[in-house]
């Protein structure tokens, strides 16, 4: 053979088969296409007879990767799914009955040179100060008051220290993005998996038929079949990881109900008994949904307190959901790759479904292989994606653990339970001398960590040794004037309804 011989070169992957639509099939074909355009076939088999989970209608401010991806207009996004701006999320009654604190999106304070900001307000606090962490928080003050602003790239304003995310609904979301993708050239097929065809030597799946008789073959299958997981699990065995010891809530009820007064830019989490309840404000209605423990709360029981806990008007009736948090440490499998539920789930208290479904997406295209699927592709997207979800883990299980003050038997037992290590470690730290240990690839940095440890109880004794370096004075003068200029700053911004209706 000679250099050059088209005989050498590696066999590309032409054609891409996605089994499942929702959410996942739909973001992972819009993705792709972004990414490969006409140079690879993608097509997806749904059906519109298998209903799709509507939990995920918040998210987390990575969507924007993705949105810029696939070259999403914003407007026209939020026109399509009836969307709201998101700036955090309220938890109330977590720490303790009564409590309240607010997870914002962005940063807290002002960049203030080699000390962090929040090792500032550590060593201001010990010196007496009485202002909460939120008072440096433009997003938290933008919340409470109902206001919203986009962020700036411009360093010197108080506005570039924000991030914000969406609400939407999901059903909406997935036909926008199927729109889309169909535009762009994307085949979608109508009906369910009846056979999965595999090779006998490789164990590749080589095609799917369908209930209608339809072969689709391809190099790569994607499986976004949702918690049946028929490729990644049923076709090719990849073991699913249970995390109910640490995430003991295995089951949802949800509902929409009329929306009423001003349409709240944040989510809101509220303990309950057996789980905790979310609110979701979008512009049609509001998005409601009790997650809780079955082994505690019976279904009906569960939709009642949920009824009994509406803004407005019931608009539906309730809709029931069973899962298991965990997921599968190989996610991809020979030329199998599961991307949102198929791949694993883990609640949506802090609004991760689907960064987690984008996440697989990008780690999909930075490792997309030849159709010989070099398990080493595979070993390192596994690896990836058991980081992220290890990770996230770790943030859910602090809301569980970290709490006082209620008994119902979820609680206490929550209370009670061990901890993987990996967050006894990042508490104690924390707790001894204010650090944050994160890793450099951790979804969620310092800002969510320092509000979700300081808003649940787990407080600093003292600060790192590098803010004892810091004038009193000085940094109590510096921290007043950053609080002053966001107090100012919020009544000059928008309502948050005005921002929507002027979009």
């Known amino acids: 053979m000679t250099q050059g ?57 990575t969507i924007h990767w993705f949105n810029q991806l696939i070259g999403l207009d914003e407007a026209a996004f939020v026109a399509a799914t009836q969307a709201s701006y998101k700036l955090g999320i309220e938890f109330v009654d977590w720490a303790r009955p009564g409590s309240r604190y607010f997870h914002p999106f962005g940063r807290f304070g002002v960049d203030l040179g080699p000390v962090p900001f929040h090792q500032h307000w550590l ?37 570039s220290t924000l991030g914000y995310a969406y609400h939407f609904d999901a059903s909406l979301y997935a036909r926008h993005l199927r729109t889309i993708a169909e535009a762009r050239g994307v085949v979608r097929y109508e009906g369910v998996a009846r056979d999965v065809e595999r090779d006998p030597t490789s164990g590749f799946v ?37 995390w109910s010891h640490w995430l003991p809530c295995d089951r949802a009820v949800a509902v929409p109900c009329a929306r009423v007064a001003a349409t709240t830019p944040f989510t809101r989490s509220t303990v309950r008994a057996a789980g905790w309840q979310w609110r979701i404000p ?102 990836l994606f058991g980081r992220d979800m290890d990770g996230i883990r770790d943030f859910l299980i602090l809301h569980y653990h970290a709490t006082a003050g209620h008994d119902a038997p979820l609680w206490r037992a929550a209370r009670a339970m061990p901890l993987p290590e990996t967050l006894v470690e990042k508490e104690a730290q924390y707790r001894r001398s204010g650090r944050l240990m994160l890793d450099a690839d951790e979804l969620f940095r310092e800002a969510s960590w320092l509000a979700e440890l300081e808003g649940q109880g787990v407080h600093a004794t003292t600060y790192a040794p590098l803010a ?36």
């Not at 073959?217 to 699990?233: K, M, N, P, Q, Y």
């Not at 004037?481 to 309502?495: H, N």
Request: glycine share 12%; with cysteine.
């Open 5 to 61: 011989d088209p005989s050498t070169a590696p066999r590309r992957v032409r054609h891409v088969v996605i089994l499942g639509g929702g959410t996942a099939g739909w973001m992972t074909a819009a993705g792709l296409n972004a990414a490969f355009g006409d140079t690879v076939s993608i097509r997806l088999l749904e059906s519109d007879a298998i209903g799709t989970v509507g939990v995920g209608e918040a998210t987390i401010p």
């Open 123 to 159: 060593r201001a606090r010990a010196d007496g100060l009485e202002a909460p962490l939120s008072a440096y928080s433009l997003a938290a003050q933008l919340a409470a008051a109902g206001r919203f602003a986009k962020p700036v790239d411009d360093p010197r304003s108080i506005l």
């Open 206 to 242: 080589t095609a799917i038929t369908t209930d209608r008789g339809e072969r689709l073959e391809g190099e790569l299958f994607v499986d976004c079949s949702g918690f049946r997981a028929l490729l990644i699990g049923g076709a090719m065995g990849a073991a699913f990881e249970d």
């Open 282 to 383: 979008l512009q049609h209605r509001t998005g409601n949904g009790y997650v809780y423990a079955g082994a505690h709360l019976s279904d009906d029981g569960a939709a009642a307190t949920l009824l009994d806990n509406l803004d407005g008007e019931a608009l539906g009736d309730p809709r029931f959901l069973r899962f298991t948090a965990g997921f599968r440490r190989e996610a991809w499998r020979g030329n199998v790759v599961g991307i949102g539920l198929a791949a694993g789930f883990l609640e949506p208290l802090e609004s991760t479904s689907i960064h987690l479904i984008q996440s697989g997406i990008a780690k999909l295209i930075t490792l997309f292989p030849d159709a010989d699927c070099d398990p080493a592709l595979a070993r390192r997207f596994n690896t």
């Open 468 to 503: 004892g370096t810091l004038d009193a004075t000085t940094n109590r003068r510096q921290l007043d004037q950053i609080a002053g200029v966001i107090a100012r700053a919020v009544p000059t911004l928008p309502l948050h309804d005005a921002v929507l209706a002027a979009r």
